[in-house]
């Protein structure tokens, strides 16, 4: 079993920056999928960004958080981060971070199967 907690939610004015962590602990594999997803009220969870560690390859990023999110890891600390920055109204979701114990595919929600239990950013004009 893997567990996964977020941190570094908060609230920011428009254009401000924030940066989530995912702790990862449990039995984790030596290579794997790690994601950022969230949910705004009222609407379906989305994927954010993935990326595979330890390798750090299949970088990829939703089109509406390209040249502003930044997905990094940190392999020693089993810690993946989501460095946010221009932030804009449209990003205020609860934010999730998810793994997959193997390579990266589709950014979608079906295949990870392990989730932390979110953390809120709000972005305030």
């Known amino acids: 079993h893997v567990q996964l907690v977020e941190s570094g939610g908060g609230s920011v004015q428009a254009g401000g920056s924030l940066t989530l962590s995912c702790a990862a602990s449990?039995?984790?594999?030596?290579?794997?999928?790690m994601a950022w997803f969230r949910q705004a009220p009222g609407k379906e969870r989305e994927g954010v960004a993935q990326?595979?560690?330890?390798?750090?390859?299949?970088?990829h990023y939703v089109d509406s958080v390209k040249d502003r999110f930044t997905i990094s890891q940190d392999n020693a600390n089993n810690t993946l981060y989501l460095q946010m920055n221009s932030l804009k109204r449209e990003d205020t979701a609860m934010y999730y971070c998810?793994?997959?114990?193997?390579?990266?595919?589709?950014?979608?929600?079906?295949?990870?199967?392990?989730w932390g239990q979110g953390t809120q950013v709000t972005v305030s004009s």
């Open positions: 990326i595979e560690v330890p390798t750090a390859d299949s970088i």
């Open positions: 998810a793994a997959e114990m193997g390579y990266c595919s589709r950014l979608q929600e079906s295949y990870f199967p392990y």
């Open positions: 449990g039995y984790i594999s030596n290579r794997y999928c």
